[in-house]
Antibody, heavy 114, light 108 residues
């Protein structure tokens, strides 16, 4: 079945970087883009950006433009989301989703704390 | 970017009742690229509706979506116990996607 499986929990200090992975299976990887969304504790969903697996084109939310990078590894059907210069308010569950819609990964909790 | 405003913030209803959730966009949503998700605590969002009115695979027909332009509605015809959750609307397919703030459907 179509599935996205994300990497595990991360705990980081302020100023550090985090790289979360999203491994796809059950479909032709290059035929669909991957979107990243985050959800802070008790808050709503926030769109971060999208990457075309086909050609690597990216689209980032203005809020994250200078701190986030999305990349792909077609050999392992994996998309990566790197967020730099972490702050305490980056503490959230980070999700990947195929073509912004379905399915979603299980989420990765990133905690930023000194 | 398009701002999505959901109403109400919380809807208190009993099982068997009808739920009507609203999502209003600050400008017209192109090609009705509007989706609805259900989210339960500790879980990822689950796609219910895309293209404003198309049910996703495996979604019961008590869930329906309608609307166009700037006004969209998610209707749950008869609430089942498993339907009490938070519902999000989502404008997708653009260079700047956005989500509504969510509506919580709680048991009255």
């Amino acid at each position: 079945q179509v599935q996205l499986v994300q990497s595990g929990v991360e705990v980081k200090k302020p100023g550090a970087s985090v790289k979360v992975s999203c491994r796809a299976s059950g479909y032709t990887f290059s035929s669909h883009g991957i979107t990243w969304v985050r959800q802070a504790p008790g808050q709503g969903l926030e769109w971060m950006g999208w990457i075309s697996v086909y050609n690597g084109n990216t689209n980032y939310a203005q809020k994250f433009q200078d701190r986030v990078t999305l990349t792909t590894d077609t050999s392992t059907s994996t998309v990566y989301m790197e967020l730099r210069r972490l702050r305490s308010d980056d503490t959230a569950v980070y999700y990947c989703a195929r073509d912004s819609l379905d399915p979603w990964g299980q989420g990765t909790l990133v905690t930023v704390s000194s | 970017e398009i701002v999505l405003t959901q109403s109400p913030d919380t809807l208190s209803l009993s099982p068997g009742e009808r739920a009507t959730l609203s999502c209003r966009a600050s400008q017209s949503v192109r090609s009705n690229y509007l989706a609805w998700y259900q989210q339960k605590p500790g879980q990822a969002p689950r796609l219910l509706i895309y293209g404003a009115s198309r049910r996703a695979t495996g979604i019961p027909d008590r869930f329906s979506g309608s609307g166009s332009g700037t006004d969209f509605t998610l209707t749950i015809s008869r609430l089942e116990p498993e339907d009490f959750a938070v519902y999000h609307c989502h404008h997708y397919g653009s260079s700047s996607e956005t989500f509504g703030q969510g509506t919580k459907v709680e048991i009255k």
